[in-house]
């Protein structure tokens, strides 16, 4: 069955600390990408990877960033969480292979609550 | 505009009725087609791929006109275990990169 794992559920921090969030693959997929979810909003795009060391921006990068280090893993940073980064966070990833309705599988969700 | 947009909702129907729903994207170089369900305070995950000939998996039918950038969902006989949100999902990137998603219709089977 695959498989993407987000390390935590639910996570309580305080405003200004450095957040880590984790995210691991077990579909050798290429992409991978970090949403937030917000009612109202819907999914938006933080930053995703194409490959190991690469990244882009998406829509709404400011106060994070990124980090992938192996092609199975990518994290989250919240530099200096502030309240306004409450929100549900939701890892995805997806395979590059062309010609294929590649869909993108998703991570349980982690539930940050900033305060 | 927004690339994807949905049928705002919520619809709320009884058990057994069959529901529609109905997406637009803007991004006429869009090349794959998503439907997702969400369940409350769950991730979302994938319901069927939407195919330009049509596809029905079930009770489920999906369809996709590229002409007129248009993506319905049918669910008929419905059952209180399908009420959730239905989130339309399309991919322009040629690498699978490039997903958009809509913001999602809520529907409420009702006893």
């Known amino acids: 069955d695959v498989k993407v794992t987000q390390s935590s559920r639910y996570l309580v921090k305080r405003t200004g600390e450095k957040v880590f969030l984790e995210c691991v693959q077990d579909m050798d997929h290429e992409n991978m990408f970090w949403y937030r979810q917000d009612p109202g909003l819907g999914l938006r795009l933080i930053y995703f990877?194409?490959?190991?060391?690469?990244?882009e921006k998406g829509d709404i990068p400011e106060g994070y960033s990124v980090s992938r280090e192996k092609k199975e893993r990518f994290s989250l940073i919240l530099e200096s969480a502030s309240t306004n980064q409450t929100s549900m966070y939701l890892c995805?990833?997806?395979?590059?292979?062309?010609?294929?309705?590649?869909?993108?599988?998703f991570g349980q969700g982690t539930r940050l609550t900033v305060v | 505009r927004k690339e994807v947009e949905q049928d705002p909702g919520p619809f709320n129907v009884p058990e057994g009725a069959t529901v529609a729903f109905n997406c637009t994207y803007s991004?006429?170089?869009?090349?794959?087609f998503f439907w997702y369900r969400q369940d409350c305070r769950k991730e979302p995950k994938l319901l069927m791929s939407?195919?330009?000939s049509g596809n029905e998996d079930g009770r489920f039918t999906a369809q996709l006109n590229r002409a007129s950038q248009y993506i319905s969902l049918l669910i008929r006989d419905s059952k209180l275990s399908d009420s959730a949100t239905y989130l339309c999902?399309?991919?322009?990137?040629?690498?699978?990169?490039?997903?958009?998603f809509g913001p999602g219709t809520r529907l409420s089977v009702l006893p």
């Open positions: 999902v399309v991919n322009a990137g040629n690498y699978g990169q490039n997903f958009v």
């Open positions: 991004n006429s170089a869009s090349q794959s």
């Open positions: 939407v195919y330009s």
């Open positions: 990877s194409y490959d190991v060391k690469m990244k």
């Open positions: 995805a990833s997806s395979s590059i292979l062309a010609n294929t309705n590649t869909e993108a599988f």
